[in-house]
Structure formats: C-alpha cells, structure tokens
C-alpha cells in the first residue's frame, strides 16, 4: 500500500489526483502543515527533513518525495493508463522537461506572490507585488502559449503534469493575481477541474480555505 502525506489543496494534492487516476490502491493521510505541533507534522518532519507535502511511504519504508520524482512514480505503476509517457523515449525526456517547468518555474513563482502578504506597509506591499508579478509572468505566458491550439500540457492527453499545473495555477485566487490576460490558461484549469477524477478528490479533501492557507503554512526559507 502506498501512504501519501498530504496538505489540502497544496501541491501534494496533484499526487492525490495521479494515484485516483492511476487507480491504484492508496492510503491519503491529511497533515496541517500549519499546526507545527501536530503529531502528523512531527511525523512527517521525521520522514521528510524537508517537512513537505507530498511525501509517500511505501510499504518497504522507502520514502519517496518532490513532485518530479512521485508523479511519474505513480504513472509509471500503471503504464496502460499513459499518464506520464514511456520510459526510454523522447516523448518522455520532453514530459520531464514540462513538469521540472511545474516543479521549478510555475511553483515557486507562484508561491512567491503570496509573499507579498509578509509585509503590513501597503507600499512595499504593492512594491514586492509588482516585482513577483512580473517574475511570474514569463512562465504564466509560456504555458499560455503551450497550451494554444491543445487541450493539455503534452497535447492532447491529460497527463500527471496538468493536475499538478491545474494546483499550482489555483493558487492565483489566495494570491489575489489576475489570469485574465491567460485565456488558454483559464479553459484549460476549467477542463482539468471538470474532470471526475479531480472532482472526486476535491470532494475527498474537502473545502479550502485558501486566504487562511495562504498566509499560514510555514515555509523552509531559511
Ligand atoms: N520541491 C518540493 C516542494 C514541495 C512543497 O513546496 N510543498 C509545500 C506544499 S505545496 C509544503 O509542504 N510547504 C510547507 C513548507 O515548505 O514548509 C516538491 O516538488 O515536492
């Protein structure tokens, strides 16, 4: 049985979407990243030095964390289902490329507008706003014109990359940030929401209460 340790609507959430898609048997276990004194969070600070969600156990022990590494994990348990591609191909290098884009880029540019409410001054608030704004733009702008003329990030299947977008992008809500000069991003987090499958695990995690969330899940960065 393979245990993931998640914190809801956080990252870890796109490997509550891959394992439901993958339909493999799997234990989703919900830690509040924010109650530092939480036995879960002790637990998973044990597992994980870095403290982060997703972190999956598997029954010999292993340890598995980063999005890069436990999403095709999970894919590659069930290849029929093509949600990351083969092993040993170009269609796959391409596929690792797009996600590391996710993991590395998307992500943490996201996140950092959320910085922006670090600070009480509403000038310096609107000063950092500005600047993380436009340090996430390029990558918003990229995966706007991927996404020209294909339903999802590798084409035309959906793939474990686009669950991982679609939690990633979502946090533009709690961020206050506008995707509205993003139209292929805006049809593509409708598409990808709209799938049962995601619609199920948002059911299963139950609602966010993302300007809390936001603004209280403690960071690494030190
Ligand atoms: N590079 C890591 C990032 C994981 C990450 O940032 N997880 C967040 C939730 S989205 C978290 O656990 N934040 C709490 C913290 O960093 O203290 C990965 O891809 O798994």
Same mark, same amino acid.
């Given at each position: 049985? %393979?245990?993931?340790? =998640?914190?809801? !609507? ?29 036995? $879960? ?11 982060? *969600?997703? *972190?999956?156990? $598997? ?5 598995? *964390? ?22 040993? *191909? ?27 409410? &670090? ?6 608030? !609107?000063?950092?706003? /500005?600047?993380?704004? !436009? ?22 299947? =959906? ?25 292929? %991003?805006?049809?593509?987090? &409708? ?6 499958? %995601? ?15 936001? /603004?209280? %899940?403690?960071?690494?960065? &030190?």
């Amino acid at each position: 049985m %393979i245990t993931l340790y =998640y914190h809801r !609507g956080a990252c870890s959430t796109a490997n509550h979407f891959a394992l439901e898609e993958a339909g493999v048997e799997y234990d989703a276990i919900e830690v509040d990243l924010r109650s530092v004194e939480d036995p $879960l969070t002790i637990k998973l600070r044990a597992l994980n030095p870095m403290a982060q *969600t997703p *972190t999956i156990v $598997l029954d010999d022990g292993t340890v598995l *964390t980063q999005n890069a590494a436990t999403l095709p994990f999970i894919a590659d348990l069930v290849p029929e289902k093509k949600l990351f591609p083969k092993r040993g *191909t170009m269609e796959r290098v391409l596929a690792e490329g797009w996600l590391s884009f996710v993991a590395s880029d998307l992500h943490p540019r996201m996140v950092e507008v959320s910085w922006v409410w &670090a600070v009480e001054d509403e000038q310096m608030q !609107g000063q950092l706003r /500005k600047f993380y704004e !436009g340090r996430v733009a390029r990558p918003l702008q990229a995966l706007n014109d991927r996404l020209e003329g294909q339903d999802f990030i590798l084409g035309d299947r =959906y793939s474990v990359i686009d669950g991982y977008a679609l939690i990633a992008l979502g946090w533009s809500v709690p961020c206050a940030l506008s995707l509205d000069a993003y139209p292929n %991003i805006l049809a593509f987090m &409708a598409r990808v929401e709209a799938r049962p499958v %995601i619609r199920h695990v948002r059911q299963l995690e139950g609602d966010l209460d993302w300007v809390a969330d936001i /603004k209280r %899940i403690p960071r690494n960065e &030190a």
